[in-house]
């Protein structure tokens, strides 16, 4: 195919034709197959050079297989099982396309390169025609960046981020908490578990009776049976993250517009037959979806955001009592003045070790959906919500806390006696969601103090 000179929009156009094709969703199957599983003989050992050559470089990232996905979902899924020949003829053609697709995003990046050449050879400041601060450079990070969560932590970490929203649940959407992460569980692993079944001696070679799409369907009855949760419930949580039987997802018109594939990653073939390649955008959809379902709730949404305060704070502390010791590290520390009438500044987790301070201020904000799109407003905002508030307050109480005549009030009401003196403080900020391009973002964006730079994580390092 010469698509060489095709420009991004033209080759997401391409792509979207390709989806379209008679038995394309069997292509998509077979490469999701390939890019999500391989074999391990346990008797021979693992050998690393083995899965460094199985998860190469040609590997999909989430964008593109949540792209394909948006893509299938815009017409008929025709389930018709196309030939060998026609069937490797598209998966080498929509893996030639992806790649040209992402060029598209590296071209912006040289245009915006040379537009500051010429700005600055006119006499611009070279600050303010930085080509990295541009929207197209991030939406390139954004899009193509790695993920920060392992898939376990979102298997693992829903109920312990909605414990405290276990009533609104019921309410909310009909279900238990248990309940809910009982079928997400079952529906992300379920292809796991069918491809341990279906090829047990590690034969991949797929037939007409034996095809990839067969290991990635499932039916609401198979998830009722492996988890004992009634239908009506079942189809309720499957309503939530299900793409619908007709052609779904008409917004998706380019390579950075609205993807509802990106948090509904199922798609229905028939009234009870369902399909869901990427495990991973599920559990990070079921993990991210429930709060902006409570913001919705006029009467819920405060609570819900401070419940979300408290697991990012919490699970910071455990992190840092794993590794400094629990007597060492304090959370919803106050900084008072000497009468302790006036509150200086709070301090989500503190650490004392060792002569040194760790000032530690966790977010639950995320990079929004108007923002990945590329709208400079919501991008600036969030950048500011997320990461320049959490630097600015803890900064503040950096400063605070090496004045003279203050007082350190922990928890439980007791004061907290620091060392006269610090050989370091650290500034850290903790995000409890992953925020795409967040290092790149930091780097550009963020207006520093006196002092050192602020290290950045999100929760899933620790």
Known sequence: MKTAKLSQEEVFEQIRLKCREDGFVHALA?????????????????????IKEKRGDGNFVRYELSLLIGCLAQAPIIQNIPSRHNLDKLKKEICELLPLLHNGFKDALNEKIMESITSIEQGADPRDADPLKSMEVMQEAIFYGGDAACIFQYDNWIIEKYEND?????????????????VINCIAHHAKE???????????????????????????????????????????????????????????????????????????????????????????????APFYWMQNDKVYKNTASINRGHFAEQKSYEMLCRVFGKKNVHKN????????????AEIDVLVVFAGRLIVLEAKSKKLTLKAKLGDKEAFSEDFKNAIQ????????????????????????GDTLKLPD??????????????????????????????????????????
């Open 30 to 50: 077979e490469l999701s197959f390939e890019d999500s599983f391989f074999t391990i003989y346990l008797d021979k050992g693992v050998n690393l050079l083995d």
């Open 421 to 462: 003196s610090f050989i370091e403080i650290y500034n850290l900020c903790v995000l409890a969601n992953f925020y795409p391009a967040l290092l790149p973002q930091v780097s550009q964006f963020l207006v520093i103090h006196e002092g050192k730079h602020p290290h950045w994580l999100p929760i899933f390092f620790s």
């Open 194 to 288: 069918n491809a341990n079944r279906s090829s047990p001696s590690g034969d991949t070679d797929f037939t007409a009776t034996n095809t990839a799409l067969d290991i990635f369907k499932f039916s609401r009855q198979l998830i009722c049976q492996n988890t004992s949760v009634a239908q009506s419930i079942v189809d309720k949580i499957l309503e939530k993250f299900t793409l619908g039987t007709l052609p779904e997802n008409s917004n998706f018109s380019g390579p950075v517009a609205p993807n509802e594939a990106s948090f509904k990653p199922i798609m229905q073939l028939s009234k009870n037959e369902f399909v869901m390649f990427d495990s991973y955008g599920l559990l990070e959809a079921a993990y991210d």
């Open 166 to 182: 276990a009533v609104w649940f019921e309410k909310g959407i009909g279900s238990s908490l248990k309940d809910y992460v009982k």
């Open 389 to 412: 508030d959490a630097y600015d307050q803890s900064q503040k109480a950096i400063e605070r806390i090496q004045e003279p005549n203050i007082c350190v009030s922990l928890e439980d």
């Open 333 to 344: 520390v106050k900084i008072l003045s000497e009468s302790k009438k006036d509150t200086l």
